[in-house]
C-alpha cells in the first residue's frame, strides 16, 4: 500500500524528528516512554498518518517540549483556509510578543476588514469558489484573534503611502478599511506609519517582509512571493532585515502624522 500525507502530517512529524534528536532518544526509546510501537513513531515522523491531540501532548511531557507540538496542531487544524507554506507563519503571530511587518502593497492581513480580504482574495484568485474564498476569508478573520488576547502581540506596520490611495474593492469598502485602521492604530498595541510618495529611495524597495519575535524562537524574519513563503531564521539575515525595518520606520512620517494622511486619505474616498 502506498504510503499518503498530508501537509499538515508532514510539518508536525518533522518537527517531531526534530525535538526527538534534539533530546537525544530513539523512535523506539520515545515510543516506549508514550506507550506507542515503534512503526506508530515513524509513521508520525514520516507524515503518513496523523494523531489525536492528547497523543501530541503525551508527546510533548516526555520530550520537554512545553507544548511545542500540540501548539503546532491547533494552529494548523485552526487555518485551514490558508496555503500549507503560510500556515507555521500562522502559528508564530499567535505566539509572537511583536510583529514587525512592512507592506508597500496592500494593508497587511492582520489588520484587514473582512471586505477588503474578500476583495484581495477574489482579485488573486478569480477562478475560486465562492466556498473556496469564503474559507480564505474566514482563516484570515481567524488569525486577527491575536488583536483580542489577553496579551496581545505588539504590532507596528510599515506602510507606503501607495496602500492608501490604492481603492481596493472601491470607495467604500477602501474608506471602511481605513477606518478600521484608525481603530486599530487607537489600541494601545497597533503602531501605524506611512512612507511618503516623495519619498525618492528607501531600503524597502525590494518588497514585503516581517518580523516575529517570539519567546522560544527569538526573532523569526519571514518573506514571501504569490506561491510561497521562506522563514528567515539565519541570525545575520534577521539582523539585516532588522536594520532595513528600522530604516524604513526611520523614512516613515511618525505616527501623529502618518495618522493624519490616513484621515485624509478616508477623507477623498468620501
Known amino acids: 500500500m502506498t504510503d499518503r500525507s498530508r501537509p499538515q502530517w508532514v510539518k508536525i512529524g518533522r518537527e517531531l524528528r526534530r525535538l526527538r ?7 523506539t526509546q520515545l515510543g516506549k516512554r508514550v506507550m506507542m510501537s515503534y512503526g506508530t ?3 508520525l515522523e514520516r507524515g503518513v498518518r496523523g494523531t489525536k491531540p492528547e497523543h501530541l501532548a503525551q508527546l510533548d511531557q516526555a520530550l520537554s517540549t512545553d507544548g511545542t507540538l500540540t501548539r503546532m496542531w491547533e494552529g494548523l487544524n485552526t487555518y485551514s483556509g490558508l496555503p500549507e507554506w503560510f500556515q507555521g507563519v500562522a502559528v508564530l503571530e499567535q ?13 497587511p492581513g492582520l489588520l484587514q476588514t473582512e471586505e477588503y480580504a474578500r476583495a484581495i482574495i477574489q482579485i488573486g484568485q478569480p477562478s475560486n469558489t465562492y466556498e473556496e474564498i469564503d474559507e480564505q476569508v474566514q482563516a484570515r478573520l481567524e488569525r486577527q484573534k491575536v488583536h483580542s488576547a489577553s496579551r ?16 481596493i474593492g472601491g470607495r467604500e469598502i477602501m474608506s471602511r478599511q481605513l477606518e478600521h485602521l484608525l481603530e486599530m492604530v487607537a489600541t ?4 501605524v506609519q506611512v512612507v511618503p510618495l516623495d519619498c525618492s529611495h528607501h531600503p524597502g524597495l525590494d518588497g514585503t517582509f516581517s518580523l516575529f519575535t517570539t519567546p522560544e524562537r527569538g526573532r ?19 539582523s539585516d532585515y532588522t536594520r532595513v ?9 511618525p505616527v501623529t502624522t502618518s495618522c493624519s494622511l490616513i484621515s485624509t486619505a478616508l477623507g477623498e474616498l468620501r
Open 41 to 43: 513513531i515513524s509513521g
Open 152 to 167: 496581545p502581540p505588539l504590532m507596528t506596520a510599515v506602510l507606503d503611502e501607495a496602500v492608501l490611495r490604492r481603492p
Open 21 to 27: 534528536l534534539q533530546a537525544g532518544m530513539t523512535q
Open 245 to 253: 525595518f528600522e530604516e524604513l520606520r526611520g523614512a516613515a512620517f
Open 95 to 107: 505566539e509572537a510578543t511583536e510583529i514587525r511587518e512592512y507592506s508597500p502593497l496592500l494593508i
Open 188 to 191: 494601545s498595541h497597533v503602531t
Open 220 to 238: 523569526v524574519a519571514y518573506t514571501e512571493t504569490r506561491i510561497a513563503g521562506t522563514l528567515v531564521e539565519a541570525a545575520q539575515d534577521v
